[in-house]
């Protein structure tokens, strides 16, 4: 009857079962989970004192608050000591994050997401592959560093520099990732090589997608979750968090919208403060879920501004000119905690101050397709002080819509800037900051790479410097660029062909079976053909590493220790380990560091003792801790007084220990740490004193003046191209699915909902073009093609299609342009135009499983 | 659904591993693995398009609601396959689901769930579809609930 096997039993974890603490790999929210394994063959009772869980199994649970066991949470794994074991991952009754043991369905599926090679995880990497006639064959660790260290030494020693070795790494939390295994990355890349064409997972290049703020002074993870329950007014600009950080949304925002937090306000404002319930603007091209929720609850309190694509900044700077004609900031605010002297140039150049406002308004309208009614509406609900002259506290939430707009470095500026001239970071139920996709764990030696345009940037494109040719030796970790890299298709293509040509190189005459001489042939290849060789370090065998040339096994999220931060509240937790990982797959940071050694060795060999010893890097790191602790260190002295944090880098975490997080379990503590009296101490919310800048002062930017779209974008709206094209599309997430779907893909659970990417179509054009919901669509341009099931939906408007960004029935990336923002080159994943048509015929069998009702649709 | 012989095979695959080694007193098997009583819950007759019925099923302490859709369903009895019932706890957090214009609708969270599709999840936070109660019609159209696919929520056993 149902489309996946079900269950209607659970097992039960007995009074003896390890449990552990651990963090959902998945979102940014970092929801508490916990852990129970025991051995197959025994099982506990329903009495309380008869379960690990210590809870009355004998009558049915208490909604919203009762332990929380789904048919996901369970599976069966093999350890490395040949047994089985049930694995319970259930979340956590005592998080400050998830309360009442919320979740989502993505979270749902860590225990059915762990390895077993009697599930459809089987897919797992177990052992490196090389590429031998063609075709992948199991080596060593041994063999397949040799090799790789052979091929690496060799580039870097004719050429002198490490200009040739190209990197795309992941650099977050959560996902088996966390700060062990960034460090573990950067120390190998940055302390033993010094690659400088590295890129950061889906980007193509080294960058933060967020310098507009930081350069003003203002690190994107500054709020905690209590500033979205406490707000007057929360902003959601381009972020969807009901179905991408869900549980943020269920149990910090929609309470607030509910009018459920007063109380919590109460405590947190001033004497004689107004506290009412929440009012929520969105601003987004979408009718998203976490907008039409709110308009459910209380249509009065909700705002939507749908700004054409791409004139966000326009957008946010005319919100800032309406604070400023209306008087709504705090004079001695301005004077004492921002810099005067560039306050003016942002004045003139982006609140136009002398532009008669009538005029400025009418083109603001023109430029971004908003209502001037709107956007002052907008400015009164963000920073109108409350009766009683209260300033208001607004918290400014944006992600992969301003992050992933064309202009990257301005959109996100503009936001920071409107925000902070409504004194609206620092204080409780403010806040201007990133929502988050993936958790974070940036901890990495320096770089050579540079900073923005205006700090020695923008970093070189590492996507173009490839597809140009250039490079030799490609390393990918835990990223799968053919899916996630902007303009994957012509990616995909050029990659191929140049892995492709070293292939058939070194297939001519057979590949030599001797270690050194498949090293040297490798070289001689690379030299011969511009080929590429190509290296995968990943959970599974990739889109991407389907092409490669070496392939390495990496292990995934509890089979090992691991720390992350989450990004609501940069809440630090230990994630503890509970099963090991597939076959001889390796923690990231091991696999860099025996790397490191194999070059410390071949260096050795040589007698260049003073290279090896660079590569030595990781030679006392025998634990996950030792790797985590060796990593804090390069944090810089954190024995600060707390007005002194914005000092400290966002994830400082110098003086944490595991003990002390096993210690403080779900509560964690939040980054930036500092140590006082020698204990560690965390930070709740940032810049209640000083901003992240030399003097402590925020730093002002003037932004570009309206430009229209960059020339990747604008050649098709004119002419015969703007026929052609006749529609702008942008992507994002869907709520059931993580990222590239790099589990999800093998789970019944998730393809049986999302068996294919979708696009949504509002009815108008769908009627014109004869398109139903479960019609097969094919949406194209110059870029790129890709095929979607048709949603028809009032969440788009018409000339404007969404499509899922990424599915591993394909991606919308196979169509997005290859521009990047000039000061940043960061991509502009979320806009371009497209045609779109129906594909003849249809797939019964898919309409008849799958669903299309409406999913913004809640009254 | 009709399992295809490749399917049939995979299901068992699932569970021989799982029964095997499940030598305790529970054996892990795929819903229905209980023996649930049939009770009558209503008669293709009476049932209005959209016009839900509520009933305990399988037992006082829970809910279940049957609905005829008016469009053939996945699991649906009655000469057009479009009656169809299922646990009405919300299989996120367990509060009531509602049957709203041909849907359910979780007030808590606003999981939606879509009943023609074996109350698959379409949006919303719960990680599986309702669980559905298979449902036989007898010849004077009484229509009976025979079993639970899937784990009533708040519960470790649905019976
Ligand atoms: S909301 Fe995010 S962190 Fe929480 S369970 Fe879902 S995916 Fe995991
Ligand atoms: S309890 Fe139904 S959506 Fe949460």
Redesign the pocket.
């Known amino acids: 009857m149902s489309n996946i096997g079900r269950r209607d039993a659970l097992p039960i974890p007995p009074t003896n079962a390890e449990v552990k603490n651990t963090v959902?790999q998945?979102?940014t929210?970092?929801?508490g989970y916990k852990v129970y394994t025991w051995p197959v063959g025994s099982q506990g009772g329903l009495a309380a004192n008869q379960n690990a869980f210590g809870v009355d199994l004998r009558n049915p649970q208490n909604p919203l608050g009762g332990l929380v066991y789904t048919e996901t949470m369970h599976s069966i794994v093999t350890r490395r000591d040949g047994r089985q074991y049930h694995v319970v991952i259930v979340p956590a009754n005592d998080s400050p994050i998830?309360y009442k043991r919320d979740?989502?369905s993505?979270?749902a599926t860590n225990a059915i997401a762990t390895w077993s090679d009697a599930r459809a995880t089987k897919e797992r990497l177990k052992y490196p592959l090389l590429r031998l006639g063609d075709q992948f064959q199991v080596i060593t660790w041994d063999e397949a560093l040799t090799i790789l260290a052979g091929v690496a030494k060799g580039i870097r020693d004719k050429d002198g520099n490490d200009d040739n070795i190209a990197v795309k790494a992941f650099d977050h939390g959560g996902s088996g990732a966390g700060f062990e295994n960034n460090w573990g990355v950067g120390s190998l890349f940055f302390k033993g090589f010094s690659v400088k064409h590295i890129a950061i997972h889906n980007r193509p290049a080294y960058n933060s997608e967020v310098w507009g703020s930081r350069e003003r002074g203002v690190h994107e993870l500054n709020y905690d979750a209590i500033d979205a329950r406490v707000a007057d007014t929360i902003v959601l600009w381009g972020a969807n968090p009901y179905e991408t950080?869900?549980?943020f949304y269920t149990e910090h925002m929609q309470p607030n919208i509910q009018g459920a937090t007063l109380e919590e306000k109460q405590k947190n404002f001033s004497k004689g403060e107004p506290a009412e319930a929440g009012y929520l603007i969105v601003i987004d091209p979408r009718r998203i879920s976490s907008l039409t929720i709110a308009e459910t609850i209380a249509k009065e309190r909700t705002l939507h501004l749908r700004p054409n694509l791409g004139t966000d900044y326009i957008l946010a700077n005319a919100i800032a000119r309406v604070m400023w004609e209306r008087k709504y900031y705090d004079q001695k605010f301005l004077q004492t905690r921002t810099d005067m002297a560039k306050f003016e140039e942002y004045k003139e150049k982006s609140l136009k101050a002398a532009t008669p406002y009538a005029q400025f308004m009418a083109d603001v309208e023109r430029i971004t397709g908003v209502k001037r009614a709107d956007i002052e509406k907008a400015a009164d609900w963000i920073a109108k002080p409350k009766a009683g002259g209260f300033a208001r506290r607004t918290l400014t939430i944006y992600e992969k819509g301003i992050i992933w707009n064309m202009k990257n470095y301005d959109q996100v500026a503009a936001i920071v800037q409107m925000a902070v001239l409504g004194n609206n970071v620092g204080r409780a139920g403010t806040g201007c900051g990133r929502l988050g996709g993936h958790q974070e764990g940036y901890v990495r030696p320096s770089s050579p790479t540079p900073g923005s345009i205006y700090n020695g940037g923008p970093p070189v494109n590492v996507d173009k410097y490839l597809t140009d040719g250039k490079g030799k030796l490609y390393w990918v970790i835990g990223t799968n660029p053919y899916l996630s890299t902007p303009n994957s298709q012509y990616f995909r293509k050029r990659i191929r062909e140049r892995t492709k040509a070293l292939s058939d190189f070194l297939g001519q005459a057979g590949e030599p079976g001797p270690t050194q001489e498949l090293v040297a042939k490798i070289l001689e290849g690379l030299d011969a053909t511009g080929g590429l060789f190509m290296v995968v370090q990943d959970l599974y065998l990739t889109h991407t590493a389907q092409d490669a040339h070496l392939v390495l096994p990496a292990s995934a999220w509890g089979e090992a220790n691991q720390t992350s931060v989450n990004c609501n509240s940069r809440l630090l937790r230990l994630y503890e380990k509970f099963m090991d990982p597939p076959g001889e797959a390796k923690q990231d940071w091991e696999i860099c560091k025996l790397m490191g050694l194999k070059m410390a060795e071949l260096y050795r060999a040589e007698g260049k003792e003073k290279e090896a010893a660079r590569f030595e890097f990781g030679k006392n790191w025998r634990t996950d801790e030792d790797v985590f602790l060796d990593g804090g260190n390069s944090y810089p002295n954190n024995a600060i007084p707390a007005s002194e944090e914005a000092t400290l880098p966002a994830e400082c975490y110098k003086g944490v220990t595991y003990a002390f997080l096993r210690q403080v379990g779900q509560q964690g503590i939040r980054t930036p740490v500092r140590i006082e009296n020698g204990k560690p101490v965390g930070t709740l919310r940032r810049y209640s004193v000083k901003f992240g800048t030399k003097d402590g002062k925020f730093s002002w930017y003037a932004t570009d003046d309206w430009e229209g779209y960059p020339a990747e974008v604008a050649k098709y709206l004119e002419g015969d191209m703007a026929q052609k094209y006749p529609f702008w599309m942008t992507t994002g997430r869907a709520q059931a699915v993580w990222q590239t779907m790099y589990n999800d893909r093998f789970l019944p659970e998730k393809t049986s909902l999302l068996p294919m990417p979708y696009v949504e179509i509002s009815p108008q054009d769908a009627q014109r073009l004869g398109l139903k919901n479960g019609d097969l669509a094919q949406v194209w341009n110059e870029e790129g093609n890709a095929t979607f099931v048709v949603m028809v939906t009032d969440s788009v408007s018409p000339g404007l299609i969404f499509t899922m960004m990424f599915h591993h029935l394909g991606s919308a990336n196979n169509l997005t342009p290859g521009y990047t923002d000039p000061k940043t080159t960061i991509p502009w994943y979320k806009g371009t135009r497209v045609a779109i048509r129906k594909i003849r015929g249809s797939l019964p069998d898919l309409q008849d499983t799958t669903s299309f009702l409406q999913q913004n649709k809640f009254d | 659904m009709v399992l295809s012989r490749r399917r049939i095979v995979q299901v068992l695959g699932g569970v021989t591993m799982a029964s095997l080694t499940g030598a305790g007193k529970a054996q892990f098997w795929f819903a229905p693995s209980l023996t649930y009583p049939a009770i009558k819950v209503g008669n293709v007759n009476s049932l209005k398009n959209n016009d839900p019925v509520y009933f305990n099923y399988p037992d006082a302490r829970s809910q279940g609601i049957l609905v005829k859709l008016g469009r053939p369903a996945i699991g649906g009895v009655g000469r057009d396959r479009d009656i169809v019932a299922f646990s009405a706890a919300c299989t996120h957090m367990g509060c009531g689901v509602q049957y709203k214009g041909g849907r359910f609708l979780c007030p808590c969270h606003y999981t939606m769930f879509d009943p023609a599709k074996a109350a698959a999840v379409y949006q919303g936070l719960a990680s599986t579809g309702l669980p559905q109660i298979q449902l036989g019609v007898a010849q004077n159209g009484d229509i009976f609930a025979r079993a639970v696919n899937g784990l009533i929520w708040g519960r470790v056993k649905n019976i």
């Open positions: 959902c998945y979102c929210v970092g929801c998830n979740h989502s993505r979270g950080a869900s549980v």
